[in-house]
């Protein structure tokens, strides 16, 4: 992980394909707070059932296997060790994923907004 300095800011969190998994377009990172150095997860159900509509393979399989990175912009840039995740997403799924973590001090929260 990333050691919190005084410049330390949260930039931006990318996902990474795993080997087993491209990145779908229905699972994104987005920066909450900068200098707190938070972020989240969002699930985007309406995408999801769209790709899964047209036969999308990411859609299909329901797991996905992918890894997380965080970059901090401070001066010089640094970046996080990738994490793996997994989501598991079945048929009946009504669900947004909101997954909170703090890149600099290693801890993750997963909540689910029905």
């Known amino acids: 992980m990333c050691q919190k ?7 931006s969190i990318s996902l ?5 998994n491209s990145v779908p377009n229905f699972i994104h990172g987005n920066v ?28 299909r399989t329901g797991f996905y296997h992918l890894k997380i990175k965080a970059e901090d912009c401070s001066h010089p840039t640094k970046s996080t060790k990738s994490w793996p995740i997994t989501f598991e997403v079945s048929s ?3 669900v947004i994923l909101y997954m909170r973590m703090n890149v600099f001090s290693n801890s993750m929260l997963v909540d689910f907004f029905y």
């Open 5 to 11: 300095s005084e410049d330390s800011k949260l930039c």
């Open 16 to 20: 990474l394909s795993s080997g087993r």
């Open 32 to 59: 909450l707070n900068q200098e707190k150095g938070y972020g989240y997860l969002t699930f985007n159900e309406t995408s999801y059932r769209h790709a899964k509509s047209f036969g999308s393979l990411e859609a």
């Open 92 to 94: 009946s799924l009504s």
